[in-house]
Every structure is written in structure tokens, then in C-alpha cells.
């Protein structure tokens, strides 16, 4: 039997879920932008569904240019990491709270 | 050139020479001092080419049939018959605001051919007497580029085809006098006198731009040429009372700049700018653009109007004229003269003249000027000294300045054949006129304005009899001495048109009919046939004569008295002070106006501006200011608490964000 597109985009929502929790749970910088990306992989596994299923390329096409940007965004955002590790010496959002009142 | 063309480069010339100067010349006086003078003869050249090249004999006349009215009012005809027919309007859409198109352009015919040449002929040669006057000046630079901004105003003014283009060029008058009187700025005398001059000015202009703005709204339109067909068209027009408000709000621009009462305060303390200056724009042109622009806009004048322009012109004649008797400044004693023949121009408007205004007007721009020149000459040779009892003997010192003096002092009085006595005469007969035919209270006019002859010829006589008679009164005056030829030259030039200028009215045509007199035919034709028309009128009614007399009989007792009571008197100081000191004081404070206005300044308007102030406090800084800036402040603190440093504590701000969004976009 073929899966439909419900149990499709109930992947992608338990996996955008999943990052969200991540997102709000953890405490290391890398993780939570580990799950960051997983939110952005539930939304692309979204759109495919939807192109797969209802016969137009639209959605698969978007997804090609979100992986190049997100591609992009990754190398620049593990850039900034990096660049505050060498710094703060920590990436645990606990200590990064200069810009608290 | 087509004469479009001509104009705009008359208009911008002066303009140009003021910016290069602004920018490059400052502190090079001498390059700034040629490049001023070769404008201004530049333009001088360029307007008697204007005249002359586009002369058209069939100018003379005012075409019959525009505007297409059957009977066209008595003042309509006036305007015609001074004005002509228009050689040039054309405009210029300059901006717009909804339906309000502000245009700028020219409007010309035989009236601003005539103060367009009056203008420029006088700035010209006091732009000449500046490069003797001023050498040593520090400041050069500065004044000769305000003498050129004030050329280029000065000619908006002559040109404007519209009453909004106009008011620009006003203001930018005011500008450039405010400017020239404080060029002195290191003095506090010179500071305040321009602040007095640009202020008590700027009140005229209030009720000018009200009038200007209130005509729009009445009659649709602030063009010369359209508002001259609508009351071509519609005399009736006149006859309401917005009309007679219009009239008395647009006077109002006439009162600030011509310094007539109640405005007259700030033209004897505008004596403290350089005595060019004072020449050029507080004798021949500036104050005299006032009665320019009520002879531009006669035919909006309703007799109402007239009749306040005449009783106060009248009045200011003789007051200025006594006035000048208690002041022992040679500046002050000639400003208050210029007050004195302001009010002859204002009386002749009033008197519905306004071609003998135009006639005064220009035969007073010569021997004002050479007036002036020659006390500059006198200020400057004794080192500027400028109380009249501190000179003396000075004919023999400086023969040229002294003969020149003679010449303009005889035509201020109105001597016969002197160039002022034409004017003058045919004003006082029109006065006289006015009470032989519309009622006995009108000779209340010719009352006043024969006082004002009778106290110009005293004046006259006390100052050049104590400045250039006698023994010297001081070492200053004592080592005099002629002044050089930059200056000498213009009071000669001038010095001879105050005794030639007014012979134009003999019709004596030359250069194949184009010239009469020194005047081209366009502009003598402003005030000729008028004054022969006045003449003759006299003439039927067996008046001339008689009047003439009366005049001449007036000035010689002035100019006897005078000469008794000052020139032969011993004392050290004014003769009149001497005797009488109360008297001598009222004349001195010139009526006490200064006095009123500076009470009224100190307990009146200073109170309203306490008040002002106090409310100022309570609901702007206290209400506004503190109150905006506290709510701002507390907001923000509050804001503040929220940033608590915790990624996560945000995220779930995005959260509830975007469930707020949300909310609102499924609603």
C-alpha cells in the first residue's frame, strides 16, 4: 500500500517537532542549531509532499534553492560558532547573556 | 536682442556679479569693488539700450480700444495715461501647490521703463562714489557684494508682472538694506538700527502680504496686466468695502518700506550703514519702490483708499520738514528730508497724481542722491565726523562737493528751474487744486504741504549755511580737503541733473525724436502730458500764476529766515537749542514716536510675551516635553525587564508572537 500525503507531512511534523523541542531544550549552541536545520528539513519534506502529490513541480523546485541557501546560511552560521567559541571560550547559551539587563 | 532677453539679462547680471563676489571676492575688495561697478554700468548701459532699441512711437499713446471698456473710470485713465501700453508681459510657471501656480515674469511698459532707468542710472554712480568712499574699508568686499544683491532686487521689484514675484523682491530688498545698514556690525548702534529697520519693516509687509493674498482670493488673480482688464472690465468692482481693504492692506507695503506714518521710526536710524548706502537705498530707490508700487497698482486703489494716503502723506511733508530742523546730524537732518519728500510723492498718489509722484520721485532720486553723495563727501574728508557743528567753512575746501551740494540744496527746495521745483510746484498747485474744486477742508492739504516747502527751504538753508559757510568749527573741518575724482565725478554727474533733469517738461525732443530732455521719450512721457495737463487746468482757472508766486515767495522767506537765524548766529551750537531747548527737543525726538514704541515694547508687548512664555513652559516643556519623554521612559523600563538573557526565554517570545499573529489572521 502507498503512503498517503497525511502520513508524509505527519513525518515532516514530528520532525519539525523535534527540532523545536531541541531548539527550546538544549543548551549547546551547535545542537540547537542542528535542530534548527531539522525544522528547515521538515518544512523542505513538506513541500516535496505537496509537489509529489499534487502534480506540480513548484515545491520540488523550492526545495533545490532552500538546500543551496541553507548550504550557505550553515557555512556562515558555524562561521559565527567558531568565531564566538574563540572568544567566550563556551557555546553554552547559559554564559551568552551579555545583552541582559 | 529681443527685449525678453535684455531684461533677464538686467535682472541677473546684478545677481551674478553678488554671487561671484559671495564666493570668490570676499576678501578682495578692489576685484569686488570693479566687478560691482562694471554690473551696475553694465546695466545701466543694457536698460538705455532696452528703451531706446525697443522704442515704439505708437507707445505714447494708450491704445483705444484695450482694455475693451466703453468709458474706462477716471483712475483707470490716470493709470493709462502714466502707464502706456505695455510693451512686454510674459511669465513663467515657477511652482505649484494645488491649484495655486506662483508664476515669475515681466511686466513692462513706460512706468517701470522710467524707475528701471532711474534706478540703475543712480545705483550706477553711487556704486562709483563707494570705490572713493569705502577704500580703506575693511569690510569692501562684503559691501560692494550687498550693493549688488540690492541692484538685483531692486530691479525685481521694477519688473515684477505679478504682486507674489513682487512681494520676493520686497523682502529681498529688506534683506539687502537690513544688510547694509549693520555693515558696521562691530558698532551696537549699527546692529540695532538694522534690526529696527528689518522689523518695524517686516510689520508693513504683514499687512502687505495679507493685502496680496486677500486680492488673490477677491479677485483671482495677483497679475498686473489681468488685474488691470478686470478693472477695465468691471469698475463697479471698486466700489465695495473688501476693495477699500485691499486697497489699505496693500498700502500697508507702501507705509513699511516708504517709512510713512506710523512706520517712519527706522529711516533716521538707518543712517548708520556707510553713506552710499544711505544714498542709494534710503533716499533714491529703495524708500522710493513704495511709491513705485502704488503708482503699479493705482488703478486698485479706491478713493477711500487714496483719501488715508493723502491726509497721511500730507501730514508727513510737514512733520519730517520740522523734524529735520532739530537734528544736528548732516545724515539725519537729509533723512528726515527724504521722509519730507516721501510724503509729497504720497500726497501726489493720494490727490490721484500719481505721474507727478513718478515725476517727484525721479527729479528727488537726483538731488537726494547728490545730497548724500556730497554729505559722504563732507564725512569723509573730516574723518567722519558728521555733527554739522563740527564742520563749517567747508566751500573753500572742497569746491567741487560744495557747488554740487548748492545745486541739489537749491533743487530740494524747489528753486525755480531747478530740477525739484517742477515736481514739487506741480504738487503743491495739485493740492491746491483739490480745495479750489471738491471742497474747502482739502486745503488743509495744501496747507500742510506748503508748511513742508516752507520747512525744506529752512533746513536746507540752516545745514549747507553751517556746514559749507563760516569759519570752521573744528580741526577736522579745518584740514578738509577736496575728496578724489571716484567721488568727485558721480556728485557732478548728479550734482547737474538736479539742475537740469526737470527741464524734460519744455518737450524738447532730440537723438530724432527718441530723447526729450535727458529723459527717452517712453519715460518722460510718464509725467509730461500730465503736467502740462495740470498746467493748463491752472491756467483756465487763473491759478498758475498766482500759486507760483505764493511758492517762490514761501521758499525765499525759508531760505531768509534761515539764513538769518543759523547762518549768522555766533553760538556754538544750533541757535535754536540755544534759545529755546524745549523746543529744540521736540523737534530732536521727532514727536516722541520712538518713545511710544519703546513703552509700548517694554510694558505692553513684553507683558503678552511674559504670558506667552509662562504657557510656553507649562504645556511645552512641562506637558509635551516632559510628559512625552516620561511615557517614552517608562515604557522603555518596562521593556527592559524583558531582556533576560535566555535564548530559550526568546524563542518562546517568538512563539507567543506568532500565535498572536496567527490569531488575528484566522479571526
Request: proline content about 3%; aromatic content about 14%; some cysteine.
Given at each position: 500500500m502507498q503512503p498517503g500525503l497525511q502520513a508524509y507531512l505527519a513525518v515532516a511534523g514530528i520532525i519539525f517537532a523535534i527540532g523545536f523541542a531541541g531548539v527550546l531544550l538544549h543548551k549547546n549552541t551547535l545542537v540547537i542549531y542542528m535542530c534548527l536545520e531539522l525544522m528547515l528539513t521538515a518544512s523542505t519534506l513538506a513541500l516535496v509532499a505537496f509537489s509529489r502529490f499534487y502534480g506540480a513541480m513548484d515545491g520540488a523546485l523550492f526545495v533545490f534553492f532552500i538546500i543551496t541557501v541553507a548550504a550557505a546560511e550553515v557555512a556562515v552560521g558555524l562561521a559565527i560558532i567558531v568565531a564566538l567559541y574563540r572568544r567566550r571560550r563556551t557555546v553554552q547559551v547559559d554564559e551568552l547573556n551579555y545583552l541582559k539587563h | 536682442m529681443e527685449l525678453p532677453k535684455v531684461l533677464s539679462l538686467i535682472l541677473l547680471l546684478p545677481l551674478a556679479s553678488a554671487v561671484v563676489i559671495a564666493l570668490f571676492l570676499r576678501k578682495r575688495g578692489n576685484l569686488a569693488a570693479l566687478v560691482s561697478i562694471m554690473a551696475g554700468f553694465m546695466v545701466m548701459g543694457l536698460s538705455v539700450y532696452a528703451i531706446l532699441h525697443s522704442f515704439d512711437p505708437a507707445r505714447l499713446v494708450y491704445p483705444a480700444n484695450t482694455p475693451a471698456t466703453a468709458l474706462p473710470s477716471p483712475a483707470m485713465q490716470t493709470w493709462q495715461q502714466m502707464a502706456g501700453p505695455t510693451w512686454l508681459d510674459f511669465s513663467r510657471h515657477w511652482l505649484q501647490f494645488g491649484n495655486y501656480v506662483f508664476s515669475m515674469g515681466f511686466h513692462f511698459n513706460n512706468l517701470s521703463a522710467l524707475m528701471l532707468l532711474v534706478v540703475s542710472f543712480v545705483a550706477s554712480w553711487i556704486q562709483l562714489f563707494s570705490a572713493g568712499y569705502m577704500?580703506?574699508?575693511?569690510g569692501k568686499g562684503r559691501f560692494f557684494g550687498g550693493l549688488s544683491i540690492f541692484m538685483f532686487s531692486m530691479l525685481g521689484i521694477v519688473l515684477a508682472d505679478n504682486l507674489v514675484m513682487l512681494f520676493v523682491f520686497w523682502e529681498l530688498v529688506g534683506f539687502s538694506s537690513y544688510m547694509l545698514i549693520a555693515?558696521?556690525?562691530?558698532?551696537d548702534f549699527a546692529n540695532m538700527a538694522s534690526k529696527k529697520a528689518f522689523i518695524v519693516n517686516r510689520i508693513g509687509d504683514f499687512g502687505f502680504l495679507l493685502g496680496i493674498i486677500w486680492c488673490w482670493d477677491h479677485y483671482g488673480t495677483v497679475r498686473l496686466s489681468e488685474l488691470e482688464n478686470i478693472i477695465g472690465f468691471h469698475p463697479g468692482l471698486l466700489n465695495s468695502a473688501t476693495a477699500v481693504k485691499i486697497g489699505l492692506l496693500l498700502t500697508c507695503g507702501f507705509i513699511g518700506k516708504s517709512a510713512?506714518?506710523?512706520?517712519?521710526?527706522?529711516l533716521t536710524d538707518a543712517m548708520a550703514g556707510p553713506t552710499p548706502v544711505s544714498a542709494l537705498i534710503h533716499a533714491a530707490t529703495m524708500v522710493a519702490a513704495g511709491v513705485y508700487f502704488l503708482a503699479r497698482v493705482f488703478f486698485l486703489l479706491p478713493p477711500e483708499t487714496l483719501h488715508w494716503i493723502m491726509w497721511a502723506g500730507a501730514a508727513m511733508t510737514a512733520c519730517a520738514g520740522l523734524w529735520a530742523l532739530g537734528q544736528t546730524d548732516i545724515k539725519k537732518t537729509l533723512a528726515y528730508s527724504t521722509l519730507s519728500h516721501l510724503g509729497y510723492m504720497a500726497t501726489a498718489v493720494g490727490l490721484g497724481y500719481p505721474q507727478l509722484a513718478m515725476f517727484h520721485l525721479a527729479m528727488h532720486a537726483c538731488f537726494k542722491a547728490t545730497l548724500f553723495l556730497g554729505s559722504g563727501s563732507v564725512i569723509h574728508a573730516c574723518h567722519h565726523?558728521?555733527?554739522?557743528?563740527?564742520?563749517?567753512?567747508?566751500l573753500k575746501k572742497m569746491p567741487v562737493t560744495g557747488l554740487t551740494f548748492l545745486l541739489a540744496s537749491l533743487a530740494n527746495c524747489a528753486v525755480p528751474f531747478f530740477s525739484g521745483a517742477y515736481s514739487k510746484d506741480s504738487i503743491i498747485s495739485a493740492a491746491f487744486l483739490k480745495g479750489h474744486d471738491e471742497g474747502v477742508v482739502y486745503y488743509g492739504v495744501y496747507a500742510l504741504v506748503l508748511i513742508g516747502a516752507l520747512c525744506t527751504a529752512l533746513y536746507t538753508c540752516r545745514l549747507y549755511s553751517v556746514v559749507f559757510l563760516g569759519k570752521s568749527r573744528s580741526d577736522d573741518a579745518g584740514h578738509a580737503h577736496e575728496s578724489s575724482a571716484s567721488m568727485t565725478i558721480p556728485l557732478v554727474v548728479l550734482g547737474l541733473l538736479s539742475l537740469g533733469a526737470g527741464w524734460v517738461v519744455y518737450d524738447w525732443k532730440w537723438a530724432g525724436g527718441l530723447m526729450n530732455g535727458v529723459f527717452p521719450v517712453g519715460c518722460a512721457q510718464v509725467f509730461v502730458s500730465a503736467f502740462a495737463g495740470l498746467s493748463q487746468t491752472l491756467e483756465e482757472k487763473g491759478l498758475g500764476h498766482s500759486l507760483e508766486i505764493t511758492n517762490i515767495l514761501v521758499i525765499l522767506a525759508g531760505l531768509f529766515a534761515a539764513y538769518v537765524f543759523y547762518g549768522?548766529?555766533?553760538?556754538?551750537?544750533d541757535p535754536l537749542a540755544a534759545k529755546s531747548p524745549r523746543a529744540f527737543r521736540t523737534l530732536e525726538r521727532h514727536g516722541w514716536f520712538d518713545d511710544v514704541y519703546d513703552w509700548y515694547v517694554a510694558h505692553v508687548q513684553q507683558r503678552i510675551c511674559d504670558i506667552a512664555g509662562a504657557l510656553d513652559v507649562l504645556?511645552?516643556?512641562?506637558?509635551g516635553g516632559w510628559g512625552t519623554a516620561g511615557a517614552t521612559g517608562l515604557f522603555g523600563a518596562a521593556l527592559r525587564r524583558a531582556t533576560v538573557g535566555s535564548i530559550h526565554a526568546y524563542v518562546y517570545w517568538f512563539l507567543a508572537g506568532v500565535l498572536l499573529f496567527w490569531f488575528f489572521a484566522m479571526r
Amino acid at each position: 500500500m502507498q503512503p498517503g500525503l497525511q502520513a508524509y507531512l505527519a513525518v515532516a511534523g514530528i520532525i519539525f517537532a523535534i527540532g523545536f523541542a531541541g531548539v527550546l531544550l538544549h543548551k549547546n549552541t551547535l545542537v540547537i542549531y542542528m535542530c534548527l536545520e531539522l525544522m528547515l528539513t521538515a518544512s523542505t519534506l513538506a513541500l516535496v509532499a505537496f509537489s509529489r502529490f499534487y502534480g506540480a513541480m513548484d515545491g520540488a523546485l523550492f526545495v533545490f534553492f532552500i538546500i543551496t541557501v541553507a548550504a550557505a546560511e550553515v557555512a556562515v552560521g558555524l562561521a559565527i560558532i567558531v568565531a564566538l567559541y574563540r572568544r567566550r571560550r563556551t557555546v553554552q547559551v547559559d554564559e551568552l547573556n551579555y545583552l541582559k539587563h | 536682442m529681443e527685449l525678453p532677453k535684455v531684461l533677464s539679462l538686467i535682472l541677473l547680471l546684478p545677481l551674478a556679479s553678488a554671487v561671484v563676489i559671495a564666493l570668490f571676492l570676499r576678501k578682495r575688495g578692489n576685484l569686488a569693488a570693479l566687478v560691482s561697478i562694471m554690473a551696475g554700468f553694465m546695466v545701466m548701459g543694457l536698460s538705455v539700450y532696452a528703451i531706446l532699441h525697443s522704442f515704439d512711437p505708437a507707445r505714447l499713446v494708450y491704445p483705444a480700444n484695450t482694455p475693451a471698456t466703453a468709458l474706462p473710470s477716471p483712475a483707470m485713465q490716470t493709470w493709462q495715461q502714466m502707464a502706456g501700453p505695455t510693451w512686454l508681459d510674459f511669465s513663467r510657471h515657477w511652482l505649484q501647490f494645488g491649484n495655486y501656480v506662483f508664476s515669475m515674469g515681466f511686466h513692462f511698459n513706460n512706468l517701470s521703463a522710467l524707475m528701471l532707468l532711474v534706478v540703475s542710472f543712480v545705483a550706477s554712480w553711487i556704486q562709483l562714489f563707494s570705490a572713493g568712499y569705502m577704500a580703506d574699508d575693511e569690510g569692501k568686499g562684503r559691501f560692494f557684494g550687498g550693493l549688488s544683491i540690492f541692484m538685483f532686487s531692486m530691479l525685481g521689484i521694477v519688473l515684477a508682472d505679478n504682486l507674489v514675484m513682487l512681494f520676493v523682491f520686497w523682502e529681498l530688498v529688506g534683506f539687502s538694506s537690513y544688510m547694509l545698514i549693520a555693515h558696521y556690525y562691530k558698532t551696537d548702534f549699527a546692529n540695532m538700527a538694522s534690526k529696527k529697520a528689518f522689523i518695524v519693516n517686516r510689520i508693513g509687509d504683514f499687512g502687505f502680504l495679507l493685502g496680496i493674498i486677500w486680492c488673490w482670493d477677491h479677485y483671482g488673480t495677483v497679475r498686473l496686466s489681468e488685474l488691470e482688464n478686470i478693472i477695465g472690465f468691471h469698475p463697479g468692482l471698486l466700489n465695495s468695502a473688501t476693495a477699500v481693504k485691499i486697497g489699505l492692506l496693500l498700502t500697508c507695503g507702501f507705509i513699511g518700506k516708504s517709512a510713512q506714518f506710523p512706520l517712519q521710526v527706522w529711516l533716521t536710524d538707518a543712517m548708520a550703514g556707510p553713506t552710499p548706502v544711505s544714498a542709494l537705498i534710503h533716499a533714491a530707490t529703495m524708500v522710493a519702490a513704495g511709491v513705485y508700487f502704488l503708482a503699479r497698482v493705482f488703478f486698485l486703489l479706491p478713493p477711500e483708499t487714496l483719501h488715508w494716503i493723502m491726509w497721511a502723506g500730507a501730514a508727513m511733508t510737514a512733520c519730517a520738514g520740522l523734524w529735520a530742523l532739530g537734528q544736528t546730524d548732516i545724515k539725519k537732518t537729509l533723512a528726515y528730508s527724504t521722509l519730507s519728500h516721501l510724503g509729497y510723492m504720497a500726497t501726489a498718489v493720494g490727490l490721484g497724481y500719481p505721474q507727478l509722484a513718478m515725476f517727484h520721485l525721479a527729479m528727488h532720486a537726483c538731488f537726494k542722491a547728490t545730497l548724500f553723495l556730497g554729505s559722504g563727501s563732507v564725512i569723509h574728508a573730516c574723518h567722519h565726523e558728521q555733527d554739522i557743528y563740527k564742520m563749517g567753512g567747508l566751500l573753500k575746501k572742497m569746491p567741487v562737493t560744495g557747488l554740487t551740494f548748492l545745486l541739489a540744496s537749491l533743487a530740494n527746495c524747489a528753486v525755480p528751474f531747478f530740477s525739484g521745483a517742477y515736481s514739487k510746484d506741480s504738487i503743491i498747485s495739485a493740492a491746491f487744486l483739490k480745495g479750489h474744486d471738491e471742497g474747502v477742508v482739502y486745503y488743509g492739504v495744501y496747507a500742510l504741504v506748503l508748511i513742508g516747502a516752507l520747512c525744506t527751504a529752512l533746513y536746507t538753508c540752516r545745514l549747507y549755511s553751517v556746514v559749507f559757510l563760516g569759519k570752521s568749527r573744528s580741526d577736522d573741518a579745518g584740514h578738509a580737503h577736496e575728496s578724489s575724482a571716484s567721488m568727485t565725478i558721480p556728485l557732478v554727474v548728479l550734482g547737474l541733473l538736479s539742475l537740469g533733469a526737470g527741464w524734460v517738461v519744455y518737450d524738447w525732443k532730440w537723438a530724432g525724436g527718441l530723447m526729450n530732455g535727458v529723459f527717452p521719450v517712453g519715460c518722460a512721457q510718464v509725467f509730461v502730458s500730465a503736467f502740462a495737463g495740470l498746467s493748463q487746468t491752472l491756467e483756465e482757472k487763473g491759478l498758475g500764476h498766482s500759486l507760483e508766486i505764493t511758492n517762490i515767495l514761501v521758499i525765499l522767506a525759508g531760505l531768509f529766515a534761515a539764513y538769518v537765524f543759523y547762518g549768522r548766529s555766533q553760538t556754538a551750537g544750533d541757535p535754536l537749542a540755544a534759545k529755546s531747548p524745549r523746543a529744540f527737543r521736540t523737534l530732536e525726538r521727532h514727536g516722541w514716536f520712538d518713545d511710544v514704541y519703546d513703552w509700548y515694547v517694554a510694558h505692553v508687548q513684553q507683558r503678552i510675551c511674559d504670558i506667552a512664555g509662562a504657557l510656553d513652559v507649562l504645556v511645552i516643556k512641562f506637558a509635551g516635553g516632559w510628559g512625552t519623554a516620561g511615557a517614552t521612559g517608562l515604557f522603555g523600563a518596562a521593556l527592559r525587564r524583558a531582556t533576560v538573557g535566555s535564548i530559550h526565554a526568546y524563542v518562546y517570545w517568538f512563539l507567543a508572537g506568532v500565535l498572536l499573529f496567527w490569531f488575528f489572521a484566522m479571526r
